[in-house]
């Protein structure tokens, strides 16, 4: 096991895309911590306001709203672990990698086990970076300070790290199966932004599947199901009801589909000649 996570770090370590990707997933969340403020000063400028109250009085970096507003931008960005993914399983298929590891004696077995301990570690990189630029942001911005509350809601630091992994695992069951790297970056990207949201939206809206059987197959569909771990949270700020918890319904969905991806990655990995 420690050899092929050796192996994967030197794999990546002189690789420039991987660090490209993360450097831009990285500034991307930071423009998300950060960026917020201007954000509404902008809209200020515009003339803009919510039901008459100023923009720039939103409390969207107050303890502990904070942890909720971060992770739901966050989720947007995710998609860029994602091509890190795809891109380093890729490398494997393409220069015979993997099947190169194999004939050195590192098992399929351990090779599943260093891309998923790969993936974990994107994930709390992630998370951690999240979690430091909030405690930073929500310092200088929230008018909030008691302990109690800065540390509340922190459950959505979870469901974000649970996100990663979930959205990642299916980037590198499609990466395996389609085996072309841009490919499955335009197929992901497509199915992610436009395919599952058109879908949902029609199954949602239509009125002859509204309030029907197909509308409650919406919160079973892979995206929509790591969408409802973390839901929009800004509607507070205009005094509408928002889901400000994680239901347990979501997380056995979004398990569900782990279990499927990981289930599928086993079987091809056991199954196909990988040259």
Known sequence: MIDAIKL???????YRV????????????????????????WLKSLGADFNGIDPTIVPIYDFPDIWQNMTYLGSFVKILLAFVVIISVNNDITYNTLRQNIVDGISKKKYLL??????????GISTLFLFFTGMITGTIYSHVWEGRFIFDEMEFL???????????SLAFLLSLIIKKAGFVIVVLFLYTMMFEPVASAILTNAPYFKDSFWSGLVAFFPIQSLNNLITVPFG????????????LKTIAIASGWLVFYLTMIITILSKRDLK
């Open 114 to 123: 260093s891309k998923l301990i790969f993936i974990i570690v994107l994930a």
């Open 8 to 14: 994967e770090w030197l794999k990546i370590r002189n």
């Open 18 to 41: 991987f660090w490209i990707l993360l450097g831009m997933y990285l500034l991307a969340l930071t423009i998300i911590a950060a960026g917020g403020v201007f954000f509404l000063e």
């Open 158 to 168: 979870g469901a974000y790290f649970f996100d990663i992994i979930v959205y990642c």
């Open 236 to 247: 507070r700020y205009v005094f509408m009801e928002i889901q400000d918890n994680i239901p």
